[in-house]
């Protein structure tokens, strides 16, 4: 009796500490990154380091401006071109698709989403870039590039389809699977009575989609979006492939930018002092929004049960 | 009459839209695989995977064994320090401490820790392992990968563990077993399933990450596996050919992003039979 006790203290404590180990790292990552990233907010100063917009080597000045709006451009295109394609697909799936099909074009999806994104990346340098720089640049460039005030920022650039939008496309395809996977399952929860009681009113589908499934998973989706949102913000490889990281004022959305995951991806390997502690003040600051967007995402997913 | 009609016409064309929008999406990513299949099985070559890297001026020689080797060695040191670790935790959380406020923190904690940025994972180990040792080590890679493992197995352990009824733990702790014996031979092989299948979409997720080994074990081109080195890793090796203006090399990095794309759905296909399987049961 004595010995099974002695074990089951041991399998306790071994099982307690390794889920401290999961605390600790996830403190230790914080301190670390903190302390890393002092030197830089100390010598720029947190608000400072903010607001430049200047990336300067020989200067050694470096402002986190421009890849932070690099990330949360790309990141906001990305999500208006999702979010109504990931939706259109959830409708499709849960209304429209025969019951045979629904399971494997869902498995289907799921799968795609587990690719990695350095194959994402791959395909986004070699097959998207140049198709959106002979087909839709110029498009773009002749219609919304001649308006006027606005029209610059859409005028074409010829740089191999290496631009912010071409980013933003990529990660957009990336996320349309997660979006639409939460989609699905959201619209699935609703009970059939509610959705008969509108077909009983005489209803349509699209009538009852938008007064009944929507207003009843409206919660769920904006999670949904969110956590996509932060899948986007902390997207590394696909972005670097396709943005350029040109740390330069963006003058057309068909240009070289950069973001914070691209300039870490291309720069933190040769840097050191000042610059090597800005780029850990960068993921410090992916860090925080990780958690930020979580824990939003969390309480609206969580909301409506 | 004309009311009726109109409502008609919006639900007709809502309803074509919503099923143009799954098309433009379901073509784009069937897209992919297809450019991945073509471009990758156009230039795989058998010597991907017998020879080391080449100048890429050399005809018909090089390939990228000690790339395979490398990132196979990293994603199982990874997989050797957060497995075991991560389905402890994952039962600490389920079992001993399932009433405690500090778990339930712990449980929420590892869910966001699923999602934080590889790259941001990969820039701590490079300050707890690459700094002070002041050279890229596979081990500093390894220890990222094993993080980002580590999330993913402590909640789909504890989530599998919590599925596994009451009544059973009760009918062992009435023969009299001590409670981590009713975990271990009950509890466990319950859930095993799941835990497995939670074990290999996790592994399947860091084999092909590039972020976290960029600036942690970075890559090598020769036959190199001694981990307090940098490391050849097959995703940094691709990273690296694709962006160069070297057709040989592309076609390598396309060889070696196919092989890796099959490598990945084929764990996370055969996760996916695994829980069918035990759901038949």
Redesign the interface.
């Known amino acids: 009796m004595r010995v099974g006790e002695t074990k089951n203290r041991i399998f306790k404590g071994l099982t307690a500490i390794a889920s401290a180990s999961v605390l600790v790292i996830v403190l230790a990552m914080l301190v670390t990154l903190i302390v890393q990233s002092l030197p830089a907010l100390r010598h720029f100063g947190l608000v400072n380091f903010l607001t430049t917009a200047d990336w300067n080597y020989a200067l050694n000045n470096f402002g986190a401006l421009r890849p932070l709006f690099g990330t949360f451009l790309s990141t906001i295109l990305a999500l208006i071109v999702a979010v109504p394609v990931a939706m259109g697909m959830a409708i499709f799936l849960t209304e429209l698709c025969p019951n045979k099909l629904r399971g494997t074009i869902g498995t289907a999806l799921e799968l795609l989403a587990a690719i990695p994104s350095i194959i994402y990346g791959m395909w986004g340098l070699f097959i998207l870039a140049p198709f959106l720089e002979i087909y839709f640049q110029p498009l773009v460039g002749q219609s919304l590039g001649r308006l006027p005030i606005i029209g610059s920022f859409f005028q074409a650039k010829l740089a191999g389809g290496v631009n912010i939008f071409t980013a933003s496309m990529i990660l957009s395809v990336m996320i349309i699977p997660f979006i639409s996977s939460i989609a699905r399952e959201a619209m699935a929860q609703v009970p059939p009575m509610l959705k008969e009681s509108s077909y009983g009113l005489g209803a349509t589908r699209w009538e009852t989609l938008r007064h009944v499934v929507i207003p009843y998973t409206k919660m769920a989706l904006a999670g949904g979006i969110i956590l996509a949102m932060g899948r986007a913000l902390g997207e590394t490889m696909a972005v670097t492939y396709v943005i350029g990281n040109r740390h330069a004022a963006l003058d057309s959305i068909f240009s070289p930018y950069t973001t914070i995951t691209s300039v870490m991806a291309n720069e933190f390997n040769e840097a050191d002092g000042l610059k090597l502690s800005s780029l850990f003040a960068l993921a410090l600051i992916l860090f925080l929004a990780n958690f930020l967007t979580l824990s939003i995402a969390k309480r609206l997913l969580g909301g409506k049960k | 009459m004309d009311n009726l009609k109109r409502?008609?016409i919006?639900?007709y064309v809502?309803?074509t839209?919503?099923?143009?929008?799954?098309a433009?999406?379901?073509v784009?990513?069937?897209?992919?695989?297809y450019?991945?299949l073509v471009?990758g099985i156009g230039s795989l070559r058998l010597r991907l995977f017998t020879q080391d890297p080449a100048p890429p001026n050399l005809p018909n020689v090089g390939g990228l064994r000690c790339a395979f080797l490398g990132q196979g060695l990293l994603t199982l040191v990874a997989s050797v320090i957060g497995v075991?670790?991560?389905v402890?935790?994952?039962?600490?959380?389920a079992?001993?401490?399932r009433n405690f406020k500090?778990?339930r923190?712990?449980s929420?904690?590892?869910?966001?820790?699923v999602?934080?940025?590889?790259?941001?994972?990969g820039?701590?180990a490079?300050?707890?392992l690459v700094k002070p040792m002041k050279v890229f080590n596979g081990w500093a890679g390894a220890v990222a990968l094993a993080?980002i493992i580590?999330?993913i197995i402590?909640r789909t352990t504890e989530e599998m563990m919590t599925m596994v009824p009451w009544t059973l733990r009760e009918a062992a702790f009435a023969l009299g077993a001590?409670?981590?014996?009713v975990?271990?031979s009950i509890v466990w092989r319950a859930s095993m399933s799941g835990i497995f299948t939670g074990i290999l979409?996790a592994i399947?997720?860091v084999?092909?990450?590039?972020?976290p080994l960029?600036?942690t074990s970075?890559n090598s081109n020769h036959f190199q596996l001694d981990m307090s080195q940098a490391v050849p890793s097959l995703?940094v090796s691709?990273?690296q050919y694709?962006?160069s203006p070297y057709e040989s090399w592309?076609g390598m990095?396309?060889a070696a992003?196919f092989v890796?794309?099959v490598l990945?759905?084929f764990l996370?296909?055969m996760g996916?039979v695994i829980i069918k399987l035990k759901k038949k049961d």
């Open positions: 409502r008609k919006v639900n809502a309803m839209l919503a099923g143009l929008c799954a433009v999406g379901l784009l990513l069937f897209l992919i695989l450019n991945v471009e075991p670790l991560g402890l935790a994952g039962t600490y959380l079992e001993y401490g500090i778990c923190l712990i929420t904690l590892s869910d966001m820790a999602s934080i940025p590889s790259i941001v994972i820039t701590f490079y300050a707890i993080i580590l999330p402590v001590p409670y981590h014996k975990i271990t979409l399947a997720r084999a092909g990450e590039t972020a960029l600036f970075f995703t691709i990273y694709a962006a592309v990095a396309w992003a890796i794309t990945v759905l996370n296909i996916r």
